[in-house]
């Protein structure tokens, strides 16, 4: 029989003593909704060590925007850190972050998810740090169904610059196969890399890209990297700050494995171009190369300037581009508005369906749109249709047999050399208008007020230019049009082939042969 503390003793040996520890600490809660800010408010202090540490109650006191409306437990579903609350929040959750400047590069691989700030992005920025990371936000491959900000509760991310120039990084990653992301109502800034980059040869689908502003630049210091005078494809993975695109979606010409992607109501205005030492260099505004794309309601407005680069590339089949506004005012006239391949929309479709300050371009379903006249007229052969629209700065000098279709302008002077060359449209010139015998002025007459009329500030020489008029109604007799009108003090020198001063001229029907009647065209 054991005595009293034996007994005690023996109780002591199998009951052995507890230790308590914090949830915290042995199990990550998961939560369906979750906050984070960098500036809580401590309210209960749950281990007594008067610090934020897990288990303490906080809220959003310090904030701006409904300060005190917020409670959470820190560690549990309120955080400091995005990255903590990524993970420790459901598929299907919500990550709320409230106003702040959090410094961090953002892993979100947590299927379902919605990443959204509650002041917007005017409050809420997210900035990267460049430690050879490849996004400031990666959304990590396999990941699906990811959204990232919303209408007016965005975030402002800045992106980083990989330091060697064989990897790309971006400020919204996207890495690998992914199926379902959307971006929407943030402010994405390129930092010397891309805003926005997927993974080449990846499979995507459904990417929905709304409602942000695009911007920032692509390449660090003000200065960009490369030889102008050399092929760009290779440098932008070998030389050190070659400006990158400042979004690149898809897996080259025909669309690869992406496919469905929108892009809509963005504005694109970053810099991906600049000038060295060795001229103009640059890159991409923006690829797009989907199976199926819809690229609709956005504002280009970017900078680019090496030869052969647009604000939109877009290569894969069923691509429709429609009612996008296209800025030529920071595009040098070497490049371009658009260029297009495989997309099943023709150029000439395109130039309808869109707003554009000016255009150059050649029909055709492959292809530019450029923003220079002069530049166009330079490159193609004898015998081209370039079609045009907007003021050109300048001279234009049309030194080949080639036809400018629509109406146009420059700044300065518009001179025809060539015989064979043709206008079709009205001409605005500012320094002077001058035809040679054997070009072609087209002249179409859709009413008694509509009609197409050149106006010139300085001399007009006719030099024996052959008129046509063409006409879409039948003129009473002897109506007289004018269809060049100088400033009023300079002479018009010369007259049109056939047709001295007072003579009249029937119209041609268009587009279909009717009965035509004499008119006058007076210069």
Known sequence: MLAPWQRAAARRTLRPSLRLETL????????????VNDNWALVTDADMSGTLTAGDTVRNDNDTINPGTIVGVLGTDAFTSINAAVANTVSFGTVNVLEGTYNENVTVNVDNLTLRSIGGSGLTTITGTSNGALGTVLIADGTDGVTLGQTGAGFTINGIDNPSPGTESAAVYLQGNQTGTTIRGNVIVANGDSAITSEFGAISAGLTIDSNRITGTTFAGGVPGGDATLPAGPQQFTVPNYPRQLVVIGGGAGGGGTSNVTFTNNVVDGVSGGTNATG????????????????????????VTRADTYSLRARGPNTTISGNTFSS?????????????????????????????????VS?????????????????????????????????????????NGNFGAT?????????????GAVTAGAGLSLTAGSTLVVDLDSASAFDRSMVTGTVALNGATLQLNSNFAPPAGTSFTIISNDGTDAVAGTFAGLPEG?????????????TSAATATT
């Open 503 to 515: 003579a009249t001229s029937s119209p041609t029907a268009r587009p279909t042969p009717s009965a």
């Open 329 to 361: 005012a920071h595009l040098s006239p070497q490049t371009g508005h658009v260029f297009v391949q495989n997309t099943g929309q023709s150029l000439d479709a395109i130039a309808v369906a869109n707003t554009f300050d000016k255009y150059a371009f």
């Open 24 to 35: 915290e600490n042995r199990l990550a809660p998961a939560v369906g909704i979750s906050y």
């Open 412 to 424: 300065g002077a518009v001179n025809v050399t060539d015989a064979g060359a043709v206008i079709d």
């Open 280 to 303: 103009l260099q640059g890159n991409i505004l923006l690829t797009l190369d989907s199976v199926g794309a819809t690229i609709t309601g956005n504002t280009f407005a970017g900078t």
């Open 364 to 404: 055709g379903t492959t292809g530019a749109i450029g923003v220079d006249l002069q530049t166009a007229i330079n490159l193609v052969r004898a015998g081209t249709t370039i079609n045009v629209l907007g003021t050109f700065p300048g001279d234009v000098n049309v030194n080949k047999a080639v036809t400018i």
